[in-house]
């Protein structure tokens, strides 16, 4: 069982019990109240009515889906892309961190193959180059509570920043996302233990009066047995007006 299953758990009880007494309380000293026909009438009406799938000028809406068309690289583009994902841990990508915004691809995201370097310019900050080696696969501890899911295995990936010009930027390894070929997120594992403490992506300031060059590895939980290849990774600054990665790479 993961962190976040705890965390479910956690956080599940208490307002469950809270609910369970609010409402015995109401229910000893609050009289019912009967809506008027008049209204009732009307609601029952307007539950009758079709809903209209189209907008004033006649063009129907579409709902986003969970897949969208890829780009030359096979980057997904999306318009909407999940910031949270449930099902089959040993078959999807699942997450149910709502910590900062997962990045998704746009239409102005440069992408490249894994292993290929990449600018990214900050607001506010300076411009440095990025790196992240092909993804590996490695298989939990199965007495590590804190570890994969059944089904699932770790994914770790090498990320290296080089200082290019401009001011001091600050990363850190919640600012990237990993998304599977379906766009689901995936969990981000800090506390893992399948990378020492010291190799791991840290909160650092890369520039001209900091450090150069920084390598640190982030660790995500994924279904097992997948081409881990043609999935995508991302990065969001942490000052972005949205969620539109500036950089994606994949397969």
């Known amino acids: 069982m993961t962190i976040k299953a705890h965390r479910r758990i956690l956080l599940g009880v208490v307002p469950m019990a809270l609910a369970v007494g609010t409402v015995a309380g109401c229910n000893d000293s609050a009289p019912s109240v009967q809506a008027p026909a008049s209204t009732a009438a009307t609601a029952a009406s307007t539950a009758d009515q079709p809903t209209d799938s189209g907008t004033d000028n006649g063009v129907p809406t579409v709902a986003p889906s969970d897949t ?10 999306v318009s909407a892309a999940p910031t949270s994902s449930s099902g089959d841990p040993s078959q999807v990508c699942t997450t149910d961190d709502s910590f900062g915004t997962p990045a998704a691809p746009g239409p102005s995201t440069k992408k490249a193959k894994w292993g290929s370097p990449l600018d990214v310019t900050q607001k506010y900050e300076g411009t440095v180059t990025m790196t992240p080696a092909k993804p590996v696969a490695k298989k939990g501890d199965p007495n590590d509570i804190f570890g994969p899911d059944e089904g699932q295995v770790y994914l770790l990936v090498k990320v290296t920043v080089k200082y290019k010009s401009g001011n001091n930027s600050v990363f850190g390894g919640t600012d990237f ?12 594992n800090s506390i893992a233990d399948i990378v020492p403490q010291r190799e791991k992506f840290s909160v650092v ?6 450090e150069k060059t920084y390598s640190g590895t982030l660790v995500y939980e994924v279904p097992a047995g997948q081409d881990y290849t043609k999935y995508t990774f991302l990065y969001l600054p942490g000052l972005a007006d949205n969620s539109e990665a500036p950089v994606a790479w994949t397969n």
């Open 68 to 77: 969208a068309g890829s780009s030359d690289t096979g980057v997904p583009t």
């Open 205 to 210: 300031t890369i520039g001209e009066t900091k």
């Open 177 to 188: 996302t990993l998304r599977d070929t379906k766009n689901n997120v995936c969990d981000y």
